[in-house]
């Protein structure tokens, strides 16, 4: 059985065009009270030792998770039309103690999964780069095992993808149950997930050619084009100080802002959509088949 991917986006632009406020005010907002206070954080004039750094990014990577939970919210009300406003953003913060932990819960677990695997590929890997002398043998094993622990990588991500849905249903279930259900709710369907959030890459594409020209202007302003310094160490140093430059890295996001506002919503309620759709089908196939309370 399949979950209709076109069905279920344009559902979600649909209930998308219902929401008061606009989906793109909940996004700009959502975008301010991430990629903007992270922007604001770095003009904060403090000492930058490695403690100070670790502790900010520490702050922020905790402050962001509470957000894009509170995201998470507003599309799913917003799927089943229920009018959320963007207080809902906010709503993360009441349970922000079950969110972290649960997001620490996915990390761990996806780690120790990443690297079983990794392990167990490895030995083949292993294998072959002993047993041949042909480079070409080696490049083609080298791309194979970089393919598979990517892909890895994306199987074990999408175990937990509907976590933070659940957790948004049964608060009072705890983060734990939110992990263990999401797991028994993607298995057999991980493939299915995977193709709708892939429909979304032209969208991605779109933002990576508008960021890359801008860093691509900055290069060329710099006349790191010149073919007499491609290539050196010098030029990859100086590569690397224009695109972490300050203008380069808004500039950079701020041409990718009208494409975000419109892919980040529509994602997210589709992704919210794809959970709802996920709930019918074990309604429907009975009692056994739900994820235990």
Known sequence: MEIDR????????????????????????????TTGVSWLFSLIPIPRTQTTVIFLQLLLALYTTVV???????????YRQMDPGLNSLMQGFSVAGRVVVMELGI????????????????????????????????????????????????????RYALAPYLLADRPDDGPAAAIYRSVTMMRGWKWELFKLNFSFIGYELINLILSGGVMVFFMSQAGLFDPAVVGT???????????????????STLVTIPVSLWLLPYRMVAQAGFYDARLALMSQAGPSEMPPV
């Open 233 to 251: 160490m010098e030029w990859a140093n100086q590569s690397m100080t224009v695109l972490y430059s300050v203008p380069a890295v808004i500039l």
């Open 107 to 158: 990390f761990a677990r996806t780690m120790g999964w990443y690297f079983l695997g990794a392990t167990v590929m490895g030995i083949p890997m292993v294998i072959v780069v002993s047993a041949s002398n042909s480079y070409g043998a080696l490049a083609a094993a080298t791309v194979l095992f970089t393919l598979a622990l990517i892909a890895l990588l994306t199987a074990i991500s999408l």
């Open 68 to 78: 894009q939970f509170g995201l998470c919210l507003w599309a799913l009300w917003t």
């Open 6 to 33: 076109k069905e279920l986006k344009r559902q979600a632009r649909e209930r998308m065009g219902l929401t008061d406020p606009k989906f793109w005010v909940v996004a700009l907002a959502y975008l301010a009270m």
